[in-house]
């Protein structure tokens, strides 16, 4: 696919750039100094306008949330069992979302969700939290939002892909720029959620 797609985007940055070239001077003749300043300012947004509005909607949007965050509800105390010799929560084996594994217990969920409209509004949401199975309640969560959204232009490419490959070179290209507000762990612990948990 990649052997296509170099000489395929080669020629169409380069049929771009003649238009810019033959646009901005024709504007220039025929309009002057003026003319050309605007079309230029004209072709630079021509391939990037939804991107620009999909970044301003995700960070003055979507990252004012007040879910976006880490978020500790509850302080859990646990055995020694689950920590390492620093004092850092291990993970059990196979806690997966869905599955009650410590203390036979607290559940993790996590997964995403995918929101709003491309290519303006265009986002994923990723969530984990722990669940107390026990007590039925939220001892702590953390959500993000990704962009997914902008890169009109590569439509003329999706004729090379399938559906979700389409999807996953366009994510590639563009997207996947988090909020940047949740905070993350050491290395040793798969998700910050797990900071709810400290040593007896």
Partial sequence: MGIVLVPLGALVIGLYLWVVVKGTRWAFLRFGIPGAFLSAIFFLLLPTWDTIANRWYHRNVLCTRSEVGLHIYHQIRLQSQYFDNGGRFKEPEGWFSGRTLVDERYQRQSGSLQEGV????????????????????????????????GGWWLIIFRPLFSQVDFLSY?????????????????????SSVNAAFVHR
Wanted: glycine letters at 10%; a positive charge.
């Fill in 118 to 149: 491309f290519p303006l509004t265009k986002a994923e949401k990723r969530f984990s939290k722990i669940l107390d199975t026990k007590e039925k309640r939220l001892i702590s969560e953390e959500v993000d939002y990704l962009t997914r959204g």
């Fill in 170 to 190: 366009v994510r590639g290209m563009i997207d996947g720029v988090p909020c940047g507000v949740v905070m993350r762990q050491e290395v040793g612990t798969a």
